[in-house]
Structures are given as C-alpha cells and as structure tokens.
C-alpha cells in the first residue's frame, strides 16, 4: 500500500477513495442498494475527480462499483423531477433546466477533465448513466457478467450526459450506437466489445475486473508521469480537431514537455537495465 493521507481524503458518502498500489487511485460507486444517482450523488463523483485531479502523487485511476452484484442501475427515479420550474414561463423554465443539465453534465465529464488516464472496471448491471460514465473514461474494462443499457429512451428523454456525445466517437459501428440509442435495450460485454466501448472481456464479476483494471493502471504508473499526462491530454486534443491542426498542436505541447528530466532518466535506465523512477509532478496542479 502507498500512503493514503493525500487523496484518501476525498472519500465522501456515496464514493469511497483508496491506494491499492504506489501513485494508483481507486474509486468506488457505494450507495445501496444498486448505485441509482441523485444529484447528491453525482455531484459528489465530480468532486472527488476535480480533487483527484488536483493530487501530484496520482498518476492512474480505476473506477469501480463497491457493490459485488452491479455496477450501478443508472439515475435515482426521483432525481427526474424537473427543478425550480417558474409557473408558465417556457423561457425562464428553459433557462432553469438548462442550469441544472450543464451542471450535470460537469460533473459526469469531471472524470474526462481529470490528467490522469481513467481505468473503468464495469460489473453485473450497467444502465443508463452507466454508460454516460464509461464513455468518459479512457481504457474500458468489463466483466463477461455485465448488460449495458441506454435506458433514456424508455424514460422519455434523449441521452444528455454524454453518451450521445462521446459513444459515436468511441465505437467503429455507428449502426449498432444508433440501434442501442433508440432502442434502449440491453446489450453483453461481447457486443460493446464489438463496437468498441470497452478494449477487454474479464471473465468473472467484480473482483476479477477490478484486479485486471488494477493491473493495468500499476503499469500506467510506473511510466512518466509528464509522458502520460501529456499522452492524455493531446488525445483528446486529437479526438476534437483535426489532424494537421492535432500535430500543430503536439509540436508546440512537445517543445516544452521534451525538456523534462523524466527523458533523461528514462534513457539513463534503460541504458542501465533498471526501472526508472519518476519523481512527483510537483506541489498540488
């Protein structure tokens, strides 16, 4: 085990953070019984991940359920009340839910913003929001236990966190996006394999997805942590621009990232034969 007192801290009522292993984070979904999210909830996530984001000792993340049997059930009936409607008005009643989506959406997407990459372990049930948290992840895990569903179709409302945004980007079958989206039915780990929403079956449930999640953030974390951050960062660079404008971009990222010490001790090790050791990225980001 690392040393927890940095980013432990931001454990809080619905997520629990741990250190499982050097500069890895571990956050768990814990609300019973079935992760359903109300605003409580999803508020709390984005904290916890604008805080993780903020912790120079992390360098990787793995996002999981607590619970052994699912995942989450998506949002909490109840958190679909429309808030602070103002009698007829269409405008300012607009203008209201228009508040209260974006903030939403920021929380969800504080998992994107987070510079570390992102490591989802996906179990047993997965509806929903589910999917909008996944999609913001950057490597996706499942267990062959889990079934996904966009499930906004049968509560009478398009998709509005992100997996309309982000699935069409991630998966190679825009077909079976569309087919999912409209239909809101559910789908196995083989076929959002398939389509690319997640890299990786494990079979088994939850321990066995989260152990291989794990395995994978280790070795994330023992590369530099400048190289990863920066890695990260001109994907998503390259996932919203062009090409020409992506490598534009890089070259300018790179002539100040090139000047790190962590190229020269990569080198020096491996000239060695020996691991090379990275230091922190510094004081709080």
């Known amino acids: ?62 996002l999981a359920s607590a619970l052994p049997k699912l995942f989450s059930a998506g ?53 929903g929001l589910s999917v909008d948290i996944v999609s913001a992840c950057d490597v996706r895990y499942a267990a062959s236990n889990v079934v996904f ?6 509560v009478g409302l398009a998709a509005d966190i992100g997996t309309l945004a982000r699935l069409p980007k991630i998966a190679g079958n825009h077909s079976l996006v569309n087919e999912l989206a409209y239909t809101g039915r559910n789908f196995s780990a083989a076929e959002a394999e398939k389509m690319g929403l997640i890299s990786r079956v494990v079979q088994g ?17 023992e590369k530099s942590p400048v190289a990863v951050l920066g890695t990260k960062h001109l994907l998503l660079h390259a996932r919203d621009h062009p090409v020409r404008e992506n490598l534009e971009y890089t070259a300018v990222w790179n002539s100040a990232m090139l000047q790190t010490r962590d190229l020269v001790d990569a080198v ?18």
């Open 149 to 154: 569903a966009i499930k906004e179709v049968d």
């Open 205 to 221: 449930g939850r321990d066995e997805v989260v152990a291989a999640a794990l395995d994978v953030a280790k070795l994330i974390a």
């Open 268 to 285: 020096a090790a491996a000239q060695k034969k020996q691991k090379p050791q990275f230091k922190a990225l510094g004081s709080k980001l």
């Open 1 to 62: 085990m690392t040393d927890t007192n940095s980013f432990t801290r931001l454990s809080g009522t619905f997520v629990k953070v741990s250190a499982p292993a050097p500069h890895v984070a571990l956050v768990e979904l814990s609300r019973n019984p079935v992760n359903a999210f109300h605003e409580p909830f999803w508020t709390e996530l984005g904290r916890v991940f604008d805080g993780l984001s903020q912790e120079p000792s992390v360098r990787a993340v793995v």
């Open 75 to 127: 949002i909490d009936f109840s958190a679909l009340a429309l808030p602070g409607l103002k009698g007829d008005d269409a405008a300012r009643n607009a203008l209201e839910l228009q508040k209260s989506i974006l903030s939403f959406q920021a929380s969800i997407s504080a998992i994107e913003r987070c510079p570390y990459p992102v490591i989802v372990a996906v179990h047993g049930i997965a509806y």
